[in-house]
């Protein structure tokens, strides 16, 4: 197999932030999200529940693009009421995008400015408060910024960790922003006031890179990992099976 | 009871400053043929509540929005929808910004005849802050939980789209969701169903399966027949999104001279039935 690319090392490390999570709903919101939750189930997370993105709920794993695809399994239907039900329950782990995130893990994907008249309005609330007050949530940023990783959140959508200790014990206790992946790292909270940490770079990005694209300061192990690459068998399964015409690659720079 | 009318008398009951409630989802089996006909009034000031796509984005074009109640407004395949965005960033519409979750629970405290219900959804993020109105209780039980306490959306009028109708006012959907249609209805003071087909009510199992009947004839008090009534949004199985369209839709949010020749061209015209005609010829 010749080297990963970027986009397959995202895609991998997506994949791993669904790793332990058994049989629950996986809801990922982008298209190497798609690819990464794919590839979870097709390795080490067989049990993982996943929608074709409408109401039907998928059995076999489809390529994420493309003309000949083989015929859909359906095992169930999830419509938006009940999507809501599985919300509440507890048993998903969703992967959505971030307008913005600061260094606790608050989200906004509702509008940029001030909220009255703001300078661009995107797409709302969505269901992020229910979202992250419910279960487990991951971040996707296929663009790595300061203009993305900010100091403070215009609004917040989604809540992080000092939003949900100051609700208390009982009412954050579902509460966990398990990882953000971006294009250049993977990041975590496992810091002792649940700070924004570095996890591992993704191969060929710098230290600095991430310091100087991140607009706020980041946990930073004594000695930061490199995020794993890809198995050969991953990547098989990432070429010939998931994203055969890496349409993934669309979504990340390098 | 007959209950078979039309989109101008159905349209002929609002009034300023009502609140509507519009069945759909996103550019997904919206009343289209409604928006349209409300865009042919004077109507103005009203509160749109909608899981919101271009129905919301073309009443806001049009100066009818006072206040938009929303958890999203996208186009699905455009995902922010350009007239809505207009509006937002021009600071001229007013809004009851939900979670998702939150407007599904507050539809049905209103659909059941409750002031609220209660939900974990909202807590600690921005929708509270932003909706100072929105108020918080406490588990009498001994877990003594605080919650965020939905209030009721109760709507004045609602319009939902189906599939198939009867005369009754029983509805059928034949696509892949619901949505929140049902709840629409059961939450407002007078309920319209526009449909792609009216049928006899002894046709509707050749439609489809018992379990797509989804509203029944105590929900519904006007039933209106609109085929390609849901255009340019998706209503499978009869049909799917207009993406070329819709298209032409948002490209004419970006400037007034754009909207005025989209307006004057499509929605300008003295009927639904007009509207069909501009659509097939273009």
């Avoid at chain 2, 509540?49 to 699905?76: E, I, M, N, Q, T």
């Avoid at chain 2, 018992?210 to 849901?230: C, F, K, Q, S, Y």
């Avoid at chain 2, 839709?249 to 639904?272: H, I, N, T, V």
Wanted: hydrophobic fraction near 40%; include cysteine; charged fraction near 25%.
């Amino acid at each position: 197999m010749i080297g990963a690319t970027r986009a397959e090392v995202c895609a991998v490390a997506i994949a791993e932030a669904f790793r332990g999570d058994g049989e629950v709903l996986v809801s990922p919101i982008g298209t190497l999200p798609q690819i990464g939750a794919r590839l979870a189930k097709l390795t080490f997370e067989p049990d993982l529940l996943m929608t074709d993105g409408v109401a039907p709920l998928l059995a076999n794993v489809l390529p994420v693009s493309g003309r000949d695809r083989p015929d859909p399994v359906i095992e169930g239907w999830l419509p938006y009421r009940k999507v809501f039900d599985q919300v509440w329950s507890g048993r998903r782990h969703v992967m959505m995008g971030a307008t913005q995130i600061d260094r606790y893990g608050n989200q906004n994907i509702a509008c940029i400015g001030d909220y009255a008249k703001p300078k661009a309005q995107l797409l709302g609330m969505r269901g992020a408060p229910g979202n992250t007050i419910n279960h487990t949530t991951s971040y996707w940023v296929p663009g790595h910024s300061d203009r993305v990783f900010v100091p403070k959140v215009d609004v917040v959508t989604g809540i992080g960790y000092d939003r949900a200790a100051a609700l208390g014990p009982v009412s954050s206790r579902f509460h966990e922003i398990r990882r953000v992946v971006s294009n250049l790292g993977v990041f975590d909270f496992a810091t002792g006031d649940h700070r924004m940490r570095l996890a591992s770079l993704h191969p060929g990005v710098s230290l600095d890179e991430v310091v100087e694209n991140t607009g706020f300061e980041l946990a930073i192990p004594a000695t930061v990992p490199e995020t794993r690459a890809p198995s050969d068998a991953e990547l098989r399964l990432l070429r010939e099976v998931i994203d055969p015409e890496a349409i993934g690659s669309g979504e990340v720079r390098a | 009871m007959d209950k078979r009318t039309s989109l101008a008398s159905a349209v002929a009951e609002l009034r300023d400053g009502m609140t509507i409630g519009i069945g759909g989802w996103g550019s997904r089996r919206k009343p289209m043929a409604v928006v349209r006909e409300i865009l042919r009034t004077d109507l103005r000031d009203l509160t749109i509540v909608s899981y919101g796509g271009p129905d919301l984005g073309l009443l806001c074009a049009a100066g009818k929005v006072k206040r938009a109640c929303f958890g999203f407004v996208s186009l699905d395949s455009i995902p922010l929808e350009p007239h809505f965005r207009a509006a937002r960033q021009n600071g001229t519409i007013e809004t009851f910004e939900l979670d998702e979750g939150m407007f599904q629970w507050g539809l049905y405290a209103a659909a059941t005849r409750l002031p609220f219900l209660p939900t974990r959804a909202g807590l600690g993020s921005d929708v509270l802050k932003l909706n100072p109105q929105l108020r918080t209780v406490r588990s009498p039980y001994a877990d003594d939980e605080e919650l965020v306490a939905m209030p009721a959306l109760a709507l004045d009028v609602a319009f939902v789209h189906m599939n198939r109708a009867d005369a009754s006012g029983n509805g059928q959907y034949l696509g892949p969701d619901p949505y929140f249609d049902d709840l629409f209805c059961m939450a407002a003071k007078r309920r319209f169903v526009s449909c792609e087909k009216l049928v006899r009510t002894e046709d509707f199992l050749k439609e489809g399966t018992l379990h797509t009947l989804l509203l029944n004839r105590t929900m519904v008090d006007g039933v209106i027949e609109t085929p390609r009534g849901a255009h340019f949004t998706e209503c499978p199985p009869d049909y799917g999104r207009d993406e070329a369209f819709q298209r032409e839709y948002a490209a004419s949010a970006k400037d007034p001279s754009a909207w005025q020749a989209f307006f004057g061209r499509y929605l300008a015209l003295e009927d639904e039935a007009a509207y069909q005609r501009a659509v097939a010829a273009r």
